[in-house]
């Protein structure tokens, strides 16, 4: 299975594509979808938009897992935070790729064993588990690859069904 995993956000979008198929995974290809500073909000939705489906082509996942949102304090950058996740989430249900969305302590417990698991320890993870020569950069990146290794273990077991309830 091609599996899409991505990191939502307004400024940097994380994106992933691996394989998995019996517990093994490949990496496919990563990076990020960048949106410049000082643009309209509808211009970086447009840019996202237009780079997702870009991917989407080029590697043809058969499914996609993306992180469910996390607020903390900052109420704006969450609004925009979540528009840029609808317009990921557009982008995948209008190339007719199933979604799957999970919690970061999901994710983190998926990769790591531990859902309070720091940053560090999901990319040193991420990195062991696709047998990369070097940490994924940026961080959004080694997040949509640990998204895409959640929903990779998840998939073929009962952890689909209670992820997804």
Same mark, same amino acid.
């Given at each position: 299975?091609?599996i899409?995993?991505?990191d939502?956000?307004?400024?940097?979008?994380?994106?992933?594509?691996?394989?998995?198929?019996?517990?093994?995974?490949?990496?496919i290809?990563?990076?990020?979808?960048?949106?410049?500073?000082?643009?309209?909000?509808?211009?970086?939705?447009?840019?996202?938009?237009?780079?997702?489906?870009?991917?989407?082509?080029?590697?043809?996942?058969?499914?996609?897992?993306?992180?469910?949102l996390?607020?903390?304090?900052?109420?704006?950058?969450?609004?925009?935070?979540?528009?840029?996740?609808?317009?990921?989430?557009?982008?995948?249900?209008?190339?007719?790729?199933?979604?799957?969305?999970?919690?970061? @302590?999901?994710?983190?417990?998926?990769?790591?064993?531990?859902?309070?698991?720091?940053?560090?320890?999901?990319?040193?993870?991420?990195?062991?588990?696709?047998?990369?020569?070097?940490? @994924?950069? @940026?961080?959004?990146?080694?997040?949509?690859?640990?998204?895409?290794?959640?929903?990779?273990?998840?998939?073929?077991?009962?952890?689909?069904?209670?992820?997804?309830?």
């Amino acid at each position: 299975m091609i599996i899409l995993g991505i990191d939502p956000g307004l400024a940097i979008v994380g994106w992933g594509v691996i394989e998995a198929h019996r517990g093994q995974f490949r990496p496919i290809a990563c990076g990020d979808i960048n949106t410049p500073a000082h643009t309209s909000v509808e211009s970086r939705l447009e840019i996202i938009y237009s780079e997702l489906n870009r991917i989407i082509g080029k590697y043809k996942p058969e499914e996609v897992a993306i992180e469910e949102l996390f607020f903390t304090n900052n109420i704006t950058t969450g609004i925009t935070v979540a528009e840029a996740r609808g317009v990921i989430l557009l982008a995948c249900k209008q190339n007719g790729l199933p979604i799957h969305e999970y919690t970061p @302590p999901q994710v983190k417990q998926a990769v790591v064993g531990y859902g309070k698991a720091e940053k560090k320890q999901v990319i040193a993870m991420v990195t062991s588990l696709l047998r990369l020569e070097s940490p @994924p950069k @940026p961080d959004d990146t080694a997040d949509a690859l640990a998204i895409a290794l959640c929903h990779g273990q998840a998939a073929g077991s009962a952890l689909r069904d209670y992820f997804n309830q």
